[in-house]
């Protein structure tokens, strides 16, 4: 596994730079850093007093990766979880924050290793990893990435504005299909026609 430097800077990369996507509900977003979470953390960037849009616009590339390491490896506990877990959860923690963690809490529970699905990296939930990725240590890491996969396409199937994220305008995979793919073996992922079929009842 890459150093956890690098998997942030992949996570920014793949993030993009400044959006203001009305559909998109966290809002101005820049490098995958929305301003309610600049807000959050109380991070003035252009040191105006203010933390609005114009910090979400500034905020640079080197900042975001900060942001991510400090309050979203660091500050979660993902270092404590097994290494192979930790690309895939610290990416989808930056995407979905403590959703990142009940999607695996409810993972190694339905793997026979319960854990409460609270959102967080406590010592029930890194013994139930640990287990679960002893028991299944060519496996868990494509079950999370195909158990995140399963939660975007729901979250669509909930909320027809975000649909344009799990499926793009061709008909193929979106940009949340994707990167959870990214984490999975290619003899785990959808064709696309399975896609397809996934996403046909959204017309």
Same mark, same amino acid.
């Given at each position: 596994?890459? $150093?956890?430097?690098?998997?942030?800077?992949e996570?920014?990369?793949?993030?993009g730079?400044f959006?203001n $996507?009305?559909?998109?509900?966290?809002?101005?977003t @820049? %490098?995958?850093?929305?301003?309610?979470?600049? &807000?959050?953390?109380?991070?003035?960037?252009n040191? $105006?007093?203010?933390?609005?849009?114009?910090?979400?616009k500034a905020?640079?590339?080197?900042?975001a990766?900060?942001i991510?390491?400090? %309050?979203?490896?660091e500050?979660?506990?993902?270092?404590?979880l097994?290494?192979a877990?930790?690309?895939?959860?610290?990416?989808?923690?930056v @995407?979905?924050?403590? @959703?990142a963690?009940?999607?695996l809490?409810?993972?190694?529970?339905?793997?026979?290793?319960?854990?409460e699905?609270?959102?967080?990296?406590?010592?029930?939930?890194?013994?139930?990893?640990?287990?679960?990725?002893?028991?299944?240590?060519? %496996?868990?890491?494509?079950?999370?990435?195909?158990?995140? &996969?399963?939660y975007?396409y729901a979250?669509? $199937?909930?909320?027809?504005?975000? &649909?344009?994220?799990?499926?793009a305008?061709?008909?193929?995979?979106?940009?949340?299909?994707?990167r959870?793919?990214?984490?999975?073996?290619?003899?785990?992922?959808?064709?696309?026609?399975? %896609?397809?079929?996934r996403?046909?009842a959204w017309?």
């Amino acid at each position: 596994m890459p $150093d956890v430097r690098e998997i942030a800077e992949e996570i920014v990369g793949r993030e993009g730079g400044f959006v203001n $996507d009305p559909d998109d509900p966290g809002g101005a977003t @820049n %490098h995958g850093v929305t301003l309610p979470t600049l &807000r959050r953390l109380g991070i003035d960037v252009n040191r $105006d007093t203010r933390i609005d849009v114009a910090d979400v616009k500034a905020l640079s590339r080197a900042q975001a990766v900060e942001i991510y390491l400090k %309050h979203y490896f660091e500050a979660p506990g993902i270092g404590a979880l097994p290494e192979a877990l930790q690309a895939s959860v610290f990416d989808m923690y930056v @995407n979905a924050g403590g @959703n990142a963690v009940k999607i695996l809490q409810r993972l190694l529970t339905d793997m026979g290793f319960p854990c409460e699905p609270d959102g967080e990296i406590g010592p029930q939930t890194i013994r139930a990893a640990q287990a679960g990725f002893e028991a299944a240590p060519a %496996h868990l890491v494509d079950a999370y990435g195909i158990a995140r &996969r399963n939660y975007y396409y729901a979250l669509a $199937d909930k909320r027809p504005a975000s &649909r344009k994220y799990a499926r793009a305008k061709d008909g193929g995979k979106g940009g949340w299909i994707k990167r959870a793919e990214a984490f999975i073996a290619p003899k785990y992922q959808l064709t696309a026609a399975q %896609h397809q079929a996934r996403v046909a009842a959204w017309g």
